[in-house]
């Protein structure tokens, strides 16, 4: 109770300090639009000047925004005040400012000529930090959701998972007419949202989403947006499909219906299959804040669910049978106030057998593990966010509340060499419900010529956790509550921006408690071409139970070199010293299934980790070229190592405290290019990396090392709007060497697509092979080949799809994995060949 009535405490005092609304607004602003005369659609990044008198005297100037808006301070003297608005492809205006009047500007279109060459944008181009894309020219007949076209853009990728990435950097904001509906869930727009309905997509870099930190910091994000054509704004997009087929009996359902304006937003959908499409991943948050001032720890937990997983597409093998049903709804309250609001349900089964042989790998002998089992997972999942956000010039406030339940039981029936018996069956039974509230408050306001910042962050997480093994359970219940508030100053003064907070972090849970305070002054300095910035925040941590106390200094350093519109450099060096959660104080053993257990030493890990990394990346927009490359070497040591104890078949884990480092390096590259004549985009991505560190084996020191090279090139070829193809790979080779004697044969594992697609409208085939290549072990190579085939027939607002996959019906497929001291050759079940008729219907 001490500690709530410490957190009340401490969020009414630093809510106190905000003030009033009538202090804050007291200063009146010039707000205005510059709209497109022609398509009505707004115009970013205009040059907007004030000045006064016939002399046009300049007093201060601005660039609209995304939505073509801008807002400048009103001086005191209000006579002859004039608004001028000017960008290149536009005819310049001039208008008188009437107090209280907001302006409205409608640029008329102006085309230059060169000696008799005329200017106009291509399909790609770019304007200060804004990468634009018509998308009308890399739309196709067969592209259904925006997804599809972006997967075209050059310097644009998305991974597996569903993430957005520019130019090797993932994107941090995604909008849709400049809002953000899903709160980063991205996922329910980029594969639901119509690919007709959009006419750009717009990539601002150096993203600053808060208009109070404007011109005062400067960041390395990266957003998206898109902006719709205006015949679909304000309108209701909706879907419908079904689908039944055979091998065994399957299903798929859906409904979606998505309402963009820019005003107000609306997303509601449901998925539901068991064709092994997982629809779950579009319910996850897919970006995160890079504010390295706050690092919200991650929530600790005891147990948790066997994992699925195969090196193959996840539909291979995945089978499932899901609900997914989410609502998304935005009011624009006025011009800079938004309520959010997103709620959403999932319920999953996942059912899956496989079999693997591990190696366990000792100073002086290595231990072989045999099993098989049949697993069964079964989850509900519920969530709740309620967002409201004022986003202002002179002001911001946010408060974010979201709540979150999830309840997971597994089953697995295995059987294996895993006791002094020998082989064995058993029953293993594992639930995790685990239920979660947070609420973040965040309030900016300008006074005079300093920012004033107040942030406050309440979070509660409960699990109760049950481990069953045949008749014997175990519970393990962790209630942890987390608090972080803080307060900060900035003032910009010339080229130095200069940023002072301090905070205090509670956390009190059935293990422990905790108390930090922290004092972080972070500097910024801007040129022309140049960018520093230099962090050295300290911080105190304490811990009651096992008296701990320690003051530590986190210091890094960023200095970012712009050549030139095309030219970025970045250096990047940091020391970052972090410690343990909560349960790594747990100092009693505890199973985490039927073969494993973990036992801690009792004491609080301190991790410490220096990271050196150099960045740069070219980008020439005309010529569709876009390339990155990032080197990274980093240090790592820990008051801890773990010792890996096996007997009879049982393997535990236990902590000790002594002394652990490790280190590694990394190289990876990004290339995309366009060929617009052709109709083609090319991307390579590369990766090389080498990891060293050490555990504790029979009582002595056993370095490892692990080498890791990938290759993932892409092709799309669109030659005109009949004929599509495809070709993708991922092409890894790694090895690892485990103390002096034993050195594990490198392996490679080659991933190959291939797709061609014929589009007569209203005809539509398509088929795909997928080849995988493994090595299992020295000399033992798996290789598999899938077929798929769809033909569909469209209309206007009809859709017909018949698809077949896994034409050659392979059943099971095997692979190879390294982990530190272990080896893992594993057999899964795979899908078999099954048929699936589809009727999709579009309004």
Known sequence: ???????????????????????????????GTVIDRENRMPVDAATVQLTQGNASLPINYTLTDGEGMFTLPQPRQTDSLFVSVSILGYQGQRKAVQAGQPLLFELEPQVFNLKEVEIRPGRVWGRQDTINYDVT????????????VLLKLPGIDIDDLGKISYNGKDISHFYVEGLDLTNGKYKQISENLRADAVQNVQVMENHQPIRVLQKKIRTEDVALNLKLKPEFRDRWLINLEGGLGASPLLWKGGADALQISRKSQSAYLYKGN???????????????????????????????????????????WLF???????????????EDTQLRINAGYIHDRQVQERGSETSYYQSSDTVHVTEQSNSRIQSDRVHLNIGLESNTQEQYLKNDFSATGNWQSGLSQIMGNFSPAGNTALVQRIRTPELGVRNLFRSLWNRDNHTMEVRSLLRYHGNSAMLRIGDESNSMNLQDFYTDNSISFLRKKGPLTRQYTVGVIGEISNIEKSLQGYL?????????????????????TGYTGVNFSRLSLNPSLSVVYKLNYAWRFTAHASY????????????????????????NCGILPVNRQQIYSVYGEYKRTASEFFATFNLTHDRLWSN????????????????????????????????????YDWGVKTSLTALLSINKAEQMSEGERLPYQYRFMRYEPKITWTPDRHWEAGYEAGIQYGGSKIGERTRLAPLWNVTQQMRLSYIFLPLEVSCSLDHYHNDVAAGQTVDAVFADLSVGWKSRRWQVMATATNLFDKRTYGYTRYSSLESYTSWVQIRPREFLVSLRYQL
């Open 1 to 31: 109770m001490k500690w709530i009535a410490f957190y009340m405490y401490t969020f009414v005092l630093l809510a106190s300090l905000c003030p009033a609304g009538s202090t804050v607004f007291a200063q009146a602003i010039i707000k």
């Open 137 to 148: 020219q890399f739309l196709s007949p067969k592209d259904q959701s925006i997804k599809d």
């Open 274 to 316: 068991n064709t092994g499409q997982d629809v779950s991943g579009e319910q996850d948050r897919l970006t995160e804040s890079s504010d390295a001032r706050w690092e919200e720890p991650e929530i600790p937990g005891f147990l948790q669910q066997p994992e699925f997983s195969a090196p193959l597409k996840k539909g291979r």
């Open 320 to 334: 499932n049978q899901i609900h997914s049903l989410s609502a998304n709804r935005l009011y624009k309250l006025n």
């Open 520 to 540: 972080s002054p972070d500097y910024q300095w801007n040129a022309y071409k140049w960018t520093v910035s230099l962090s050295a925040p300290i911080r105190w």
């Open 576 to 599: 970052k010293e972090r410690y343990g959660d909560m349960v790594d104080l747990y100092d009693r053993p505890w199973q985490t299934n039927y073969r494993n257990s973990i036992l």
């Open 640 to 675: 801890r190592i773990f010792e890996q104890r096996i007997k009879d078949g049982q393997i535990q884990l236990v902590s000790l405290p002594l002394s652990n480092q490790g280190s590694g390096w990394s190289a990876k590259g990004t290339f995309s290019k366009g060929f």
